[in-house]
């Protein structure tokens, strides 16, 4: 799936990823491939994402919303 | 006649400020690049907000900001001035007290003759504005323009909002320069808050997509809601810093333009002056010489 992080100053990520886990406003939840569509508020922590070679990548968020459509994932972070 | 040695001096200092406004020119292009580069980084963040809004519309009335979109009696009113923190920019500052003054003036008259009208400033030029006509101020945030950054912004945007919600203001406007292009601004008035219902997003109902919500659209619009106000005030100052550098831009453009005309025009003079010195010079040889062969 097509995975894009982005604040309002920049685009901190966009690529092709395999899994990753949001810190959702009531606990940590991960994605995976061909998730329906969903809409979530997300809380301070941290977006874990595991790329198409396995490597990890961490980011820091302030909070957010995630947008979930046809295996796109939009993550509006703060 | 001009005298030769005070028309160089001043030819000298035209140029120098000549080379000044050309360089200031340059570094606002500079700096209008990049400031423009920013808007552009901000704008599919905006996008995005408003379409998962628009979508969360469908069924929950987004308009239902919560705290941020009770309509009280408007008595305390404060406003948001947006300038810069330099001069030398046209009319870039005076355009937006211009039209605070109209609305202090005008729709908010009794407000003010009541003084429950506040100012709160960015950017120098406003903070001395306020402080030099004794109107009651706020807070001054003059620091924001040195580093702009989301960040930065938005506690200066949340501190706004937690005022509204504790019923220190009862309508909050910002007026700021929208960016239009580098030679256009367009002196902007704004209502903040309350949170004014955008009619198009209410337009576009019933989005086809069947959205799973998480936890529920109450709480997804009312995590949305304070997060679009501090985006709409962060478009606000980057649109304001692209505005000023752009005034500047134009501004020293003319400045350097006119320069050269007075050094063109001076020239004229110098040179009719060392003519008409030349010419006397020439008389008194000749009148000289005649008077010897007499």
Do not use: C, W
Not at chain 2, 37 to 50: C, F, G, H, S, T
């Amino acid at each position: 799936m097509h995975l894009e992080i982005i604040t309002p100053d920049k685009k901190l990520f966009e690529d092709e990823v395999m899994t990753l886990t949001l810190p959702g406003i009531d606990g940590s939840f991960g994605i995976l491939d061909n998730h329906a569509p969903l809409i979530s508020a997300l809380k301070k922590g941290k977006i874990k994402v595991t790329d198409k070679l396995s490597a990890r990548h961490i980011f820091e968020i302030n909070g957010g919303v995630v947008e979930v459509l046809n295996n796109k994932v939009i993550v509006l972070a703060e | 006649m001009a005298n030769l040695k005070e028309v160089r001096n001043r030819i000298v200092s035209v140029t120098s400020t000549q080379q000044i406004t050309s360089a200031m020119k340059m570094v606002s292009a500079a700096k209008l690049r990049r400031a423009q580069d920013a808007i552009v980084q901000m704008r599919p963040y905006a996008e995005k907000l408003k379409e998962i809004l628009g979508n969360l519309s469908g069924s929950v009335d987004a308009s239902e900001g919560g705290a941020y979109s009770v309509e009280r009696e408007t008595k305390k009113i404060l406003i948001v001035l947006i300038t810069s923190n330099r001069g030398l920019a046209g009319a870039f500052n005076t355009n937006v007290l211009k039209s605070a003054r109209e609305l202090i003036a005008g729709k908010y008259a009794a407000q003010f003759a009541a003084g429950n009208v506040s100012f709160l400033t960015i950017g120098k030029k406003a903070t001395d504005y306020i402080t030099k006509n004794k109107l009651s101020l706020y807070s001054a945030h003059n620091e924001l323009f040195d580093k702009l950054t989301f960040d930065n912004v938005s506690p200066v945007a949340q501190r706004i909002m937690d005022a509204f919600s504790n019923k220190e203001f009862d309508v909050v406007e910002l007026a700021y320069n929208k960016f239009q292009n580098a030679a256009v601004q367009i002196p902007t008035l704004e209502q903040y808050l309350p949170v004014v219902r955008s009619e198009e997003s209410s337009a576009k109902k019933g989005s086809s997509i069947d959205y799973i919500f998480e936890p529920d659209k109450a709480t997804i619009v009312s995590e949305l809601i304070p997060k679009s106000l501090k985006i709409q005030m962060y478009k606000a100052l980057l649109d304001s810093h692209a505005a000023e550098h752009g005034a500047r831009m134009t501004a020293m453009n003319k400045a350097t333009d006119n320069a050269r005309d007075l050094i063109k025009e001076l020239k004229l003079s110098y040179n009719k002056a060392r003519q008409a010195a030349i010419t006397n010079e020439i008389l008194e040889i000749v009148g000289g010489a005649e008077a010897l062969n007499g």
